[in-house]
């Protein structure tokens, strides 16, 4: 029923930047929540950004505020994570995903999943 695919993942440097796109298809739901969620090494998923798509309120997890921008073009059904200032500690597979109901902040409540896009950042 839908199908997310990332892209944009890639090698960055420290410092560097990397702007992330998902593209939703087969989407029934006039109201939802786009997420960005990251999963790194050793470490359990954890939430990095989100963005409604009725009023464009966005959310981020404190580690990235003022670093990373979630933005979305409902016409393209496209959500983007603009990732500034990378630091070793963002290097994660990135995952964008949609919520119906739940929490923003908590991966569980995400309902539909993109299989991801590896973020690398270079020392």
């Known amino acids: 029923q839908v199908q997310l695919v990332e892209s944009g993942g890639g090698l960055v440097q420290t410092g560097g930047s990397l702007k992330l796109s998902c593209t939703a298809s087969g989407r029934t739901f006039s109201r939802y929540v786009m997420g960005w969620l990251r999963q790194a090494p050793g470490k359990e998923r954890e939430f990095v950004a989100s963005?409604?798509?009725?009023?464009?309120?966005?959310e981020y997890a404190d580690s990235v505020k003022g670093r990373f921008t979630i933005s979305e073009d409902n016409a393209k059904n496209t959500v983007y994570l603009q990732m500034n200032s990378l630091k070793p500690e963002d290097m994660a597979v990135y995952y964008c995903?949609?919520?119906?109901?739940?929490?923003?902040?908590?991966?569980?409540?995400?309902?539909?999943w993109g299989q991801g896009t590896q973020v690398t950042v270079s020392s």
């Open positions: 995903a949609v919520l119906t109901g739940g929490v923003y902040s908590n991966p569980r409540d995400y309902a539909y």
């Open positions: 963005i409604s798509n009725s009023n464009g309120a966005a």
